[in-house]
């Protein structure tokens, strides 16, 4: 079964970037979608952005202009680079498969902390 390892977080003061990282991996590992969604303390997960095999990504509104998705389909690696960080942006960002949502079976994440 595949699985999916994030990185790629830190503290970074508002208005920094960081570029976040999920790692693939697994015999059967077969990319169709990927999303990547957001925890901050108190609140509910929230997706942040999604791409899907043709390349189609959609973002939430928070992250629409600021955040980009992309593949390396070579490294089974999706990313997730994130501009103009501010520090409502600070969570524990997830990636996971649309499979994984409807589970409700999550990794570890990787936490991003926005702050001066």
């Known amino acids: 079964q595949a699985q999916l390892v994030e990185s790629g977080g830190g503290l970074v003061q508002p208005g920094g970037a960081l570029r976040l990282s999920c790692a693939a991996s697994?015999?059967?590992?077969?990319?169709?979608?990927i999303y990547w969604y957001r925890q901050a303390p108190g609140k509910e997960r929230e997706m942040v952005a999604r791409i899907v095999s043709g390349g189609v990504t959609v973002y939430a509104d928070s992250a629409q202009g600021r955040f980009t998705i992309s593949t390396n389909n070579a490294k089974n690696t999706v990313y997730l680079q994130m501009n103009s960080l501010k520090p409502e942006d600070t969570a524990v960002y997830y990636c996971?498969?649309?499979?994984?949502?409807?589970?409700?079976?999550w990794g570890q994440g990787t936490q991003v902390t926005v702050s001066s």
């Open positions: 996971n498969t649309p499979r994984g949502v409807l589970q409700n079976s």
């Open positions: 697994g015999s059967d590992f077969s990319f169709n979608a």
